[in-house]
């Protein structure tokens, strides 16, 4: 999936999104369709001057904002037509009596792509190698859509209120559409909205400062627990060696005493006359007495 070429939404412009997505490259930029639109606007405005200046329908669409581009960098559907006939493609609607619509429906898989608009948002349906793609600017990354699917998409799409065309004509040769005929691609999660997924929290400079005190404080705090721990584990050394130190000492003066007295018993022992022992008589000396 690395290869399709995908643009997430930047602002409004989802409608250059669109256009890059379908033909692959960044092909449009908003300067670009703003040009288109300006051009389109001009067309608009000589097709009312033709009823007369001083007419009040000249005067009422003079008088209001382009419908092709606003501030916010929306397009109409006028301006991404004028931005495909550069390449050769119109736009046909879905739901048209147009052969190629009719053929569409009953089969979505026999065209190329589409081009679907709802709420001023556009998307790209596209097919590349033998797969479909959803390419969406608001989702993180293109969406394998199968073939038995396609037609349930569009369906669903349709009921949400989406205007939908199909892109007629040949798209421009891509190196996704040929790395996709060699290696299908495999998709094992669908892609999430970009809304949903959580952006890195940034912190104002208050909240950092607040941040830093907090951890300046923490430091500090398990700096002297740690010194604390360190000044009570000495002092209990210190105790505990003392203690040693006195119960040596006086086991060395019971040991001293022990020895003395042993002394002295031997002493004595050695001066005591040594008692007569009987002696031990055979049985015969027994007989004989």
Not at 150 to 164: K, M
Not at 203 to 213: F, G, I, L, V, Y
Not at 252 to 275: D, I, L, R, V
């Amino acid at each position: 999936m690395e290869s399709i070429f995908h643009e997430k939404q930047e602002g409004s412009l989802c409608a250059q999104h669109c256009l890059n997505a379908l033909l692959q490259a960044p092909y449009f930029t908003a300067v670009d369709l703003a040009a288109l639109a300006r051009q389109i606007d001009e067309q608009e405005r000589s097709q009312m001057a033709e009823g007369g200046l001083q007419s009040e329908d000249y005067r009422k669409f003079v008088q209001q904002p382009s419908s092709n581009v606003d501030d916010s960098g929306y397009f109409s559907v006028q301006v991404i037509a004028c931005a495909l006939k550069v390449w050769g493609l119109d736009l046909i609607p879905y739901n048209s009596q147009n052969p190629l619509a009719e053929a569409a429906r009953e089969d979505p898989t026999n065209k190329c792509a589409y081009i679907c608009n709802f709420r001023d948002h556009w998307i790209t349906i596209r097919k590349l190698g033998n797969q479909w793609f959803n390419l969406n600017s608001l989702l993180e990354g293109p969406e394998l859509i199968s073939d038995t699917f396609l037609a349930l998409f569009l369906a669903q799409l349709q009921n949400e209120g989406y205007s939908i065309f199909i892109v007629d004509g040949k798209l421009p040769e891509c190196s996704a559409d040929k790395l996709l005929l060699l290696t299908p691609a495999v998709q094992r999660e669908t892609p999430r909205l970009i809304s949903e997924i959580k952006e890195p929290y940034s912190m104002n400079e208050e909240e950092e400062e607040d941040e830093k005190a907090f951890n300046e404080t923490l430091n500090r705090t398990l700096a002297e627990s740690i010194q604390m721990e360190k000044e009570c584990l000495e002092v209990a050394l210190s105790m505990s060696l003392s203690e040693f130190q006195s119960a040596s000492t006086s086991q060395g003066h019971s040991s001293s005493e022990n020895t003395a007295k042993s002394y002295q018993f031997e002493q004595q022992s050695t001066n005591t006359p040594e008692k007569c022992e009987s002696p031990v008589l055979s049985g015969r000396d027994l007989q004989a007495a």
